[in-house]
DNA sequence: GTTGACATTTGCCATTTGGCGAATTATAAT
DNA sequence: ATTATAATTCGCCAAATGGCAAATGTCAAC
């Protein structure tokens, strides 16, 4: 066990698929891997090695080094794709969640602020009341 | 086992720890990798996952995409220099939401996605049921 | 030749991955 | 409701990784 794995690669690589209308078998056929290990890999119950990634990172529409970089294989830094990763207000953004995030209309972008928003006080809300 | 390894790699990775005239032990130390681990490696008995590519790639005096690419997990054309400007996919990120989100950890940003996916899945099926 | 320090290798085993084939679940058509 | 098909999950197991601790090899000093 590594603990530079994410822990959401799974969902992250489910999502990819769903976005590229695949079904597991469609997506086993296009990158050679059986289709009961990508389930496994997208519920978490398996974590993909660098020879997965690598075949399944074009079919789902990803940059290799940013397949890798989300898995935690590569560090960001060394990946490239830190490069484009612009700071703002001394946070970073991922480079990920900027790629997908830019693809939806502007008033999309800005209501998933929104959400967040809400979730945060919903958030903070139950924890005030489990104190 | 997977076609695109490399089969001098480990001997690849000894001449990297010679010339930083390292011992098994120290680079061991320098890298949280086992001694008796990288000493397999070298000899080609065990083949180096993504986790021990990413420890050992410094020490070595390697780039990790570099060792990446050797080792078989990137393809050479896409673990090449990022290019130097940001670039998402074609669209345009708002950069209100990308200082906002920006703010939060990773892991958050990345959740942020997730619901946005399930969003519109909802939404289409609403769309359908509409129709 | 012996000894000790240092470096590397080996035996072993727990853990994890990855695929086959069957089972289960979901979905669409009737 | 039923049935067929599509999709996903599961049981199982072979293969591979990675680390501990011990064993072996190398070399310098005596």
């Known amino acids: ?73 590569l560090t960001p830094t060394s990946s490239g794709v830190a490069e484009s990763r612009p700071r703002y207000g001394g946070g970073e953004l991922d480079p990920y969640v900027a790629r997908i995030l830019a693809q939806e209309p502007i008033d999309v972008q800005r209501a998933v602020i929104g959400i967040l928003t809400i979730l945060k006080s919903l958030a903070l809300s139950t924890v005030k009341e489990s104190a």
Chains 1, 2 share one sequence.
């Open 1 to 73: 066990m590594d603990q530079n794995r994410s822990t959401n690669l799974g969902e992250i690589i489910r999502q990819g698929r769903v976005t590229q209308r695949l079904t597991l078998s469609q997506l086993s056929a296009m990158s050679g891997v059986s289709s009961s290990h990508l389930g496994r890999i997208e519920r978490g119950e398996r974590y993909p090695s660098g020879s997965i990634l690598r075949k399944i990172a074009e079919p789902l529409g990803f940059e290799e080094n940013e397949l890798f970089t989300l898995a935690g294989y």
